[in-house]
């Protein structure tokens, strides 16, 4: 069994690979599945057809025939969905017989996940075989095999390219499954125990249990959840019993999945349902089993290490799942966030357990789908199920970055069930922060004033103690901590071009580091409680990657001397350290931080137990951030924007450890920790008099509830804790804050209210003055203005800057049962009831005033009471005279006590609750119980956290420059300024506008921060600078634009030499990507009050604005920007006009050039001059270069100049070049000399006859044409003839299309093309809209320092006329690929249009029906000018009869490029100089021409041709015609010497060479996905250099018609399969034959009565087909059905199926064989019939031996037996022999040597005689004189003839005994 496991794990699923880095948002995919052939599909006489199902899409191919079918068939898959939901959708593949209507008809399957193709290379399985099985018989064989193709294609992907091997025809179809290589498949079973599940939400109705409790029953709100599981795997779906009325079920029942291993599927997963009778089943949550995490194949390390035993099968557990998923809150309303619980997305709140194990096992032997677990096994999981207590404290150091104020704010803090404020399934703690109201920073955000007391949550929590796998955990992140860091710093040291020794010595300390951190040992085992067997698995595992990496790391220091060659690997060995630290059993949930704001919850955060958990083990294993103040971002739930708007910024301290080493949290706590028990005085207001007498349903001493009767003495200290003061009167610290904290101005404002009866006159309401809401307020004459403050204006004044009319007021009317106007209208109409007008009055701080901040605000109770109009009412501060309800707080502070220290926290559950038994002696005891716990409820521990002392620091923030910002503005820009962020402090940068590249150059100052905490403890987790980026709009609110996170540096004496470096930081808004800021941040410890230890202020630019000083910011240089400016293309209208008068403005690091104006784009839209100069201040660091922007302006009547397109140029460091190096760039000159050559270059090809005779030629064009070419340099040999072995030679296939080929560079080395874009980036593009294209270059060089010295010379020199030209185009599309289907049938009838500018070519008469891959095979010629017609246009069209054609796809080839190359790419170099045949000359100029201006371009003499020209000189070299043609055939169309070997010289050069290339085509649907691809060239030719020569006749080949003749001769060894009436084994034989693919069937006479399985027939078959020699294959043409407008055409083999039939007269005849012949690799026949075996025909796994086999179309005609085959019970059996003679024939041979079918006339050649069979061959229905003869007389002949005899006998007998008597008496009697 130990042998068996070892193998068995070697055949695990792969580990998932790291490529899926995709946006989490809908987006489209487009998958391809191509089916080519199935091999061996089981049964006999069958039509199979295969169905494929993707994301609930089903396709099916055509139906085939026969056990090898071939379909090659594509089927398309457009979706548009979540990266993460696309990758969990699984591809199941079903072969069914299309014969067999009954529910067996499924003959196979198979089923791979989605996200196991991407995760392969190119995101595609191309060509593989596919093993189908039975789904429901796991002890069945394999089912037959496909081949098939498989692409997965996102956004910018492109389809790898299929390529048919030689020999894969014979391949072996085991060593090309799809699976890791030298794996078998094998059955197993995946048992998945589910015991048990915990603290599954209320998920239903308690409506019933509000009645029962209404009535005095028990109410059991808490197990309102029916819940079961549903596991899902590969299709499979299996779902446990229903527990009803239960939120801890235990269902104990074990799911038993049976797969063949290694599985394509990647994930079980696990949904736990609420069970409803009548409504739809709502999910509770989901949890996924990741096969990669919880098993290992080993196999690549094995095999790498020799190693063994690193592989195991998937095991898991027992251990709990979390389930993550939408707020566990119960509401009647249907959950927003119900996907959450279908794991769409990040959960945001705990939602229960499920224990679960999974084992697996080797073998198929239980059929049950699911059973009970044996109580043994249940009772084995009570260990791992085991709780310890374990403690857990956060302390809350800040919240800022609020963007709101108004409702004051709590935060809760819960670990799965524990610390839920809302969940009352769950003990209450002291999991929330008190309220606080929000207060401004008096610039952009709000924080909560928690000042020097930090409020603490505590709560304990029992869980599973998996410390020894988190401890490894907490290990392996920290170990990839570090060398993340370390690798960060050497991606910067190289970004900086710092100095080798520099870089080696980082390079040295990261490996250094590495070496250190493996070599520590991971945690021991052994000893521990609950170890599973995974455990094992995962720690060995990780050991051997750990030593692995360190030998590496050993290795690469001895050895490696190229510090930039070593990061691949590097970076290996960080995600191989990040995958190790993945740990799939943690069953401990993360702690959740919730921000509440009144009773609704806002915002979360997600905090990983596993990062704050403290360990007895080494520092290393405790948690990252254990004990550690950490900043986190909270956001909202299944945020839309993906964290756009930043909710808050909390600074949190976390620790979590076990309960039993608590008092280790006194060595991380800091400041004094104290706790409050507290409880509130109501009063109410009677005749006049405060007092106790108008409390109705309150106590005098209550709870915040004010229902729950409480007293001073009931209140005792806990365990640890004693009281520190007496009872104090506290009042609530939000009521505190008023509305106008933190502001310098204020609008105090006030609602006068009137009303009257409809149509009558207004008068005072009855509550004259409220505020907004209606609520009453004091009237303007009362309200006094605050201490501190002073009033901007005299008197109030009545707002009219709102929908109001002259005089201020607004109107409505009222709708009873309301009591006041639901909306509000700006004109008085006579139903209105209602009016009200706002009183406003401006305030402002006043500066002379002193406000003690520190005391008591400005309008407080001396006695600390809050006051409502009503009991339940809101309180404020301030008595009015509406009040008739006040209460006021009172507090006790205990101090832990010394000997338990800040531990003492911990002890405070349950600590405050009051026993009120002696109140309510008539309740229950199960009352007294709930009363208890709501009383703790109510009154749970206030805990805080105080520092006595705070440290006050100063922070510069150096925020330079920013780049590729979003346009959010209509003129292509943004406005943008930056809010800079520091803890409860922010300061905003100065606006810069119309720019997406600004450059602030800004130190901000925040002064007087005051940090709570130790520096030292503060330096190791600093809090972060955050800067958010803005777009000011003067109308309107600002555009976010997106946020970035800097850390500082921190000083923390005026001694340190630290300085800041700027560097650049992403931008991010949402999940994407929106620029870079540079930025650098400093904080400064002050230690004198008056400032004088800082650093010396930067100078200033402005009042208040600071610059960037020297030393941190850029060291700048004098540089010089040539700048081509070759012009303009493209340009879209603006405003509705067309772009005419165009200029140039080009800024870069603050300078400004301007281009001169072109006067008239239509005619010539290049600039009148194309250089600029500029001298620029360019920062020497690359890392620190501005970008270029270039703005078009349009110049307009009345001098408007609007920006009608701008662009952007990031990185500039292509464009340096060094000005005293001589570049050949022969561009410019290259075109200048073409265009001024002679006239008189006409190719003269009758210099040189060729040797061909003419009618040689016209035979040669039967055997070779362009395909040849083609298909011979596409390596489809079998496809190209006698091209190759003629020494023709090839061209070359580009895969992409030609500006995608890395060694030309684009074709953009005179001139690159630049994109325009105007207008605001929308929400949902990546890029604005294009608006046109700017043609130009740049060259950088650095200038001389010193202006006396000469300047170097200039770049751009010799440039071309930039004047129109005249060009003659040719456009060749050869094919097209994989176009996507248009049409139901899952095809499209593709055809071809050309648009060059505005001439259009639409070829829609040439469309070829029913295909995905045409052949087009066309070429239009046009004539244009460039560069106004530079854009040709290529299109696919999908022909439609009756409604508009829909367009496949487009590609657009920009003509000026290829025209201005240096490249030559207007005509590819041919690989040799033909005058004649198929690859004649077609260029304008010959060879020689083309060498004789190069070499005057480049400089060099002109090439001199020696020895009859086969030996030139050129460019110093001397070359002969013999090193180039050296063991090559020369043919006759080859042109003369001098002309080859100039040919020869010019493809050494760099040019383009004749090709064809691949381009792909896109359509506007769906943008970024390939529509297929077309294989295509252009030729471009100038008419000012001579007319063109003769173009390619690339006309697709048309099939030759062959006629297959099939003489049956005779049969033998045919299966008896019948019994006569007589008993004997006969069949009544005939035989049948086809050609798959078409549709004539024949079949012979019927034998009847073969006795011995001899038939005699003498029939022949006549099979005209259609064929391409050169291809191989028959061209099908038909009609699929009988409305079909067209033929559709099929290329299949050329394959002949002989089967052998018994007749039947009534019932269907029965299929006895068959035989299929591939007419290629037919199999040679033997002689005789006794030679004639089985093994003949070899299984399609091993491949067939070249002597046995042949092809017909070569040896024309062959005869012998061939045997017959059948299966029986899955093997194969011979069914038979059959001889006959095959013979192919051409159409002409056919109609020289006619032939007829069977054996009707012309029977001949050769004739066919009646076949000579037995006189018993006869059907005995028809003959009963033959029956009689031949079946009866010779079965029962001597029956017969004994029963005449006997007969006779009796008859004689009879006689005898008849006259014996009368003989007797005669005797007796004696007659005389």
Same mark, same amino acid.
């Given at each position: ?116 193709? /991407? ?93 029962? @409790? ?122 927003? /966030? ?168 980082? $390079? ?207 209140? #005792?200290?806990?365990?640890?804790? @004693? ?288 940090? /709570? ?110 700048? #081509? ?161 003629? *020494? ?28 325009? @874009? ?22 950088? /060089? ?33 094919? *097209? ?39 087009? *095979?066309?070429?239009? @010629? ?260 009988? $409305? ?189």
């Amino acid at each position: 069994m130990a042998g068996q496991t070892s193998a068995a794990a070697k055949r695990i699923t792969r580990k998932s690979k790291t490529g899926r880095s995709l946006p989490n948002k809908p987006q489209d995919f487009q998958i391809r599945f191509r089916v080519i052939e199935g091999r061996q599909l089981p049964g006999n006489n069958i039509k199979p057809v295969v169905k494929v199902s993707i994301c609930n899409q089903t396709h099916r191919t055509r139906i085939k025939r026969g056990n090898n079918p071939f379909f090659d068939e594509l089927l398309f898959y457009n979706v548009n969905m979540l990266p993460a939901d696309l990758f969990d959708e699984i591809i199941t593949v079903r072969v069914y017989d299309s014969n067999s209507l009954r529910s067996d008809s499924l003959m196979g399957e198979f089923k791979i996940d989605i996200g196991y193709v /991407y995760d392969e290379p190119g995101h595609s399985v191309v060509r593989k075989w596919l093993l189908l099985q039975d789904p429901d018989d796991a002890s069945s064989g394999a089912k037959g095999y496909l081949k098939v193709s498989m692409f997965v294609l996102g956004a910018g992907d492109e389809p790898m390219l299929e390529k048919k091997d030689v020999n894969e025809d014979q391949e072996d179809i085991e060593s090309n499954l799809l699976m890791p290589a030298g794996i078998a498949l094998r059955w197993i079973t995946f048992v998945l125990k589910i015991y048990r599940a915990e603290d599954i939400p209320q998920m239903d109705d308690a409506f019933a249990q509000s009645v029962k @409790e209404m009535f005095g029953g028990d109410s059991d709100k808490k197990n309102l959840v029916d819940p079961f599981v549903e596991v899902s795997f590969a299709g499979k779906m299996i779902r446990t019993k229903v527990i009803e009325k239960n939120a801890n079920p235990e269902w104990n029942q074990a799911v038993n999945l049976q797969i063949k291993f290694p599985s394509m599927c990647e994930r079980i997963r696990l949904t736990v349902y609420d069970w409803d009778r009548l409504t739809k089943n709502d999910c509770v949550g989901t949890a996924y089993l990741n096969l990669s995490k919880i098993a290992s194949s080993g196999g690549e390390v094995e095999a790498a290490t020799g190693e063994s035993g690193l592989g195991f099968l998937p095991a898991f557990g027992p251990c709990y799942l979390t389930l993550y998923g939408s707020p566990r809150e119960f509401t009647g309303f249907p959950d927003p /966030y119900d996907d959450l619980n279908y794991g769409k997305g990040e959960g945001v709140a705990y939602r229960g357990r499920i224990l679960v194990e999974l084992v697996t096992k080797l073998d198929v032997s239980n059929e049950k789908k699911i059973e009970d677990i044996p109580n043994d096994d249940i009772l084995v999981t009570e260990k791992y199920q085991r709780r310890r207590k374990f403690s857990l404290s956060v302390v809350f150091h800040s919240a800022t970055m609020l963007t709101e104020g108004g409702e004051a704010i709590q935060f809760e803090v819960s670990i799965g069930n524990y610390g839920n404020k809302f969940d009352t399934t769950c003990k209450p703690l002291a999991s929330t922060t008190q309220y606080s109201r929000p207060m401004f920073d008096g610039n952009h955000y709000y924080y909560l004033p928690w000042s020097n007391v930090k409020p603490v949550v505590t709560l304990t929590s029992y869980w599973e103690n998996v410390s020894h796998r988190l401890d490894a955990v907490n290990i392996l992140q920290n170990m990839a901590d570090r060398l993340e860091a370390n690798v960060t710093a050497l991606k910067t040291a190289m970004l900086a071009n710092v100095s080798d020794s520099r870089l080696a010595e980082v $390079w040295l300390k990261l490996i250094d580091q590495v070496l250190e951190d493996t070599s520590c040992q991971l945690p021991e085992l052994e000893g521990k409680p609950n170890i599973t067997a995974l455990d094992i698995q995962i720690r060995k595992l990780r050991m051997f990657y750990l030593e692995n990496i360190k030998e590496s790391a050993r290795k690469l220091r001895e050895e490696a001397t190229d510090v930039k060659a070593t990061l691949p690997d590097i970076e290996d060995w960080l995600l191989k350290v990040y995958q190790m630290a993945e740990e799939p059993q943690n069953s401990m949930p993360d702690v959740i931080i919730w921000m509440i704001q009144g009773e609704r919850r806002v915002a979360y955060a997600r905090v990983s137990a596993a990062s704050v958990l403290f360990s007895t083990s080494p520092v290393e294993a405790c948690g990252k951030y254990c004990g550690k103040t950490q900043t986190v971002f909270l956001k909202h739930p299944q945020d839309k924007t993906n964290g756009a708007k930043l909710p808050v910024q909390l600074r949190v301290n976390i620790w979590l450890g076990l309960s039993a080493v608590e008092q280790k949290f006194n060595s991380y706590a800091e400041g004094t920790f104290s706790v409050s028990a507290e409880m509130y005085e109501n009063q109410a207001l009677m005749f006049g008099k405060w007092g106790t007498t108008g409390l109705v349903g309150k106590h005098k001493f209550s709870d915040v509830t004010g229902k729950i009767k409480l007293k001073k003495e009931s209140f #005792l200290p806990p365990k640890g804790w @004693e009281w520190e003061s007496d009872w104090i009167v506290d009042p609530e610290r939000s009521m505190l804050i008023e509305a106008d904290a933190g502001h310098t101005e204020f609008a105090d404002e006030v609602y006068e209210n009137e009303s009257r009866f409809p149509g009558g006159e207004w008068k005072a309401a009855d509550e004259q003055y409220t505020d907004v809401n209606g609520e009453k307020s004091a009237p303007p004459g009362e309200i006094d203005c605050p201490p501190g403050w002073q009033w901007e204006s005299d008197a109030w004044s009545y707002d009219i800057n709102r929908a109001v009319d002259e005089k201020g007021w607004e109107y409505g009317f009222v709708i009873p049962p309301d009591t006041k106007p639901k909306s509000w209208s700006a004109a008085e109409k006579m139903y209105h009831t209602h009016r009200r007008r706002r009183l406003m009055r401006q305030r402002k701080k006043d500066p002379k005033a002193a406000a003690d901040v520190k005391g008591r605000p400005p309008g407080q109770d001396p006695e600390g009471w809050e006051y409502a109009a009503l009991i339940g009412w809101k309180f404020h501060i301030k008595q009015r005279s509406s009040d008739t309800f006040r209460r006021r707080r009172w507090r006790r502070k205990m101090a832990p006590s010394d000997r338990i220290g800040s531990a003492a926290i911990f002890k405070l559950e349950g600590a405050l609750g009051a026993d009120m038994s002696a109140d309510d002696d008539s309740k229950s005891s199960g009352k007294d119980k709930e009363t208890a716990t709501t009383v703790f409820g109510a009154n749970t521990p206030i805990v805080s956290c105080t520092f006595g002392k705070s440290f006050v620091y100063h922070l510069r923030c150096y925020i330079y420059q920013a780049r590729h910002l979003k346009a959010l503005d209509k003129d292509s820009f943004s406005d943008p300024y930056a809010y800079v962020s520091f803890l409860h402090q922010s300061k905003k940068t100065e606006i810069v506008h119309a720019t997406l590249n600004p450059t602030w150059d800004q130190t901000l100052l925040f002064n007087d921060l005051e940090i /709570y905490g130790d520096p030292q403890i503060i330096a190791k987790n600093l809090p972060d600078v955050v800067i958010e980026l803005f777009d000011y709009d003067q109308v309107g609110k600002d555009e976010f634009l997106g946020r970035s996170i800097c850390p500082p540096v921190l000083k923390l004496s005026g001694t340190t030499d630290i300085t800041p470096k700027l560097l650049w930081y992403p931008v991010q808004n949402g999940s994407k990507q929106a620029g870079d800021v540079l930025v650098a941040a400093e904080l400064i410890l002050k230690t004198k009050a008056d400032g004088s230890d800082l650093p010396i202020v930067p100078p200033q630019r402005a009042p208040k604005l600071y610059m960037v000083p020297q030393g941190i910011r850029p060291v700048v240089q004098l540089t010089a920007v040539e700048i #081509l400016t070759w012009g303009l293309r493209n340009m879209k209208p603006y405003q509705l006009a067309a772009v005419t008068s165009p200029s140039l403005i080009i800024q870069c690091g603050g300078e400004v050039v301007e281009t001169a104006v072109i006067k008239n784009v239509k005619k010539n839209p290049n600039f009148p001059s194309s250089v600029l100069f500029m001298k620029v201040l360019m920062p020497k660091e690359e890392m620190y270069t501005p970008p270029v922007i270039v703005k078009v302006i349009d110049h307009r009547p009345f001098g408007r100049k609007p920006v009608v397109g701008q662009c952007t140029i990031e990185s500039l460091e292509e464009f340096r070049c060094d000005p005293f190096v001589e570049k050949m760039d022969v561009a410019p000159q290259a075109r200048m000399c073409l265009m001024s050559a002679p006239r008189d270059v006409i190719i003269d090809i009758d210099d040189k006859k060729p040797l061909l005779a003419s009618k040689l030629a016209e035979k040669e064009e039967e055997t070779v044409d362009w395909w040849s070419k083609f298909f011979a340099s596409t390596g489809d040999h079998d496809k190209c003839g006698q091209y190759v072995q003629k *020494g023709y030679d090839g061209l070359k296939v580009y895969d992409c299309e030609l500006e995608d080929v890395p060694e030309f560079y684009g074709l953009t080395d005179f001139c690159k093309t630049f994109k325009l @874009e105007r207008g605001r980036t929308e929400d949902d593009e990546d890029d604005p809209s294009i608006v046109g294209e700017f043609k130009g270059s740049f060259k950088i /060089y650095p200038l001389p320092d010193d202006p006396g010295m000469p300047p170097p010379p200039r770049q751009f020199r010799e440039l071309p006329d930039s004047g129109p030209q005249e060009c003659i185009v040719r456009i060749y599309i050869v094919r *097209g690929i994989d176009l996507q289907p248009k049409d139901s049938n899952g095809l499209c009838d593709p055809y071809v249009k050309i648009v060059l500018g505005k001439k259009v070519i639409e070829d829609r008469d040439h469309y070829i029906p029913n295909t995905l891959n045409p052949e087009f *095979g066309r070429m239009y @010629e046009l004539s244009c000018f460039l560069p106004q017609e530079k854009d040709l246009k290529i299109s696919v069209f999908d022909f439609d009869m009756l409604t508009r054609d829909e367009k496949v796809g487009d590609t657009v080839i920009d003509l000026e490029n290829r025209f201005l190359s240096r490249f030559g790419a207007t005509c590819g170099v041919p690989q040799s100089y033909c005058t004649t045949g198929i690859n004649t000359w077609r260029d304008q100029l010959r060879p020689t021409q083309l060498l004789q201006n190069l070499a005057r371009l480049k400089g060099f003499p002109q090439p001199a041709f020696l020895d009859d020209g086969n030996r030139i000189s050129y460019g110093g070299k001397d070359y002969t015609l013999n090193e180039f043609e050296a063991n090559k055939i020369l043919h006759p169309h080859l042109g003369p010497p001098d002309e080859r070997l100039a040919l020869h010289v010019l493809r050494t050069q760099g040019l383009v060479p004749e090709h064809v290339e691949t381009r792909t085509l896109y359509s506007s649907f769906q943008p970024n996905l390939s529509q297929g691809r077309i294989q295509m060239w252009v030729d471009v030719f100038p008419k000012s250099l001579g007319p063109p020569g003769t173009p390619f006749d690339i006309t697709p080949r048309k099939a030759k018609k062959y006629v297959l003749r099939v003489i049956i001769w005779n049969t033998s060894d045919v299966i008896l399969q019948e019994k006569s009436i007589t008993g004997e084994e006969m069949s009544d034989i005939y035989v049948k034959g086809w050609m798959p693919g078409f549709d004539d069937k024949q079949k012979t006479d019927v034998h009847y009565r073969s006795l011995g399985g001899e038939g005699n027939f003498n029939w022949r078959y006549v099979f005209p087909f259609e064929y391409l020699p050169a291809e191989q294959l028959c061209v099908v043409a038909k009609k699929e059905h009988f $409305w079909s407008l067209d033929k559709t055409e099929f290329r299949v083999p050329p394959k002949l199926l002989i089967q052998i039939w018994d007749n039947d007269k009534f019932s269907l005849d029965d299929y006895l064989g068959y035989l299929e012949l591939n007419l290629h690799n037919i199999i040679v026949p033997t002689k005789t019939s006794s030679k004639c075996n089985i093994d003949m025909i070899p299984d399609d796994k091993q491949p067939v031996k070249p002597k046995s086999v042949t092809n017909l179309f070569e040896q024309k005609s062959i005869k012998g037996w061939w045997p017959c085959i059948a299966e029986k019970d899955g093997t194969r059996i011979l069914a038979g022999k059959v001889e006959m003679t095959l013979e192919i024939v051409t159409e002409k041979e056919a109609e020289e040597r006619p032939s007829g079918k069977a054996r009707d006339e012309p029977n001949m050649n050769p004739k066919l005689d009646p076949p000579n069979r037995p006189e018993t061959s006869f059907l005995w229905f028809t003959n009963p004189c033959k029956t009689m003869k031949y079946i009866v007389w010779r079965k029962f002949k001597w029956i017969f003839l004994g029963i005449i005899l006997l007969l006779i006998v009796l008859l004689f007998v009879g006689v005898f005994l008849y006259s014996l008597p009368n003989y007797v008496s005669m005797k007796i009697i004696k007659p005389v």
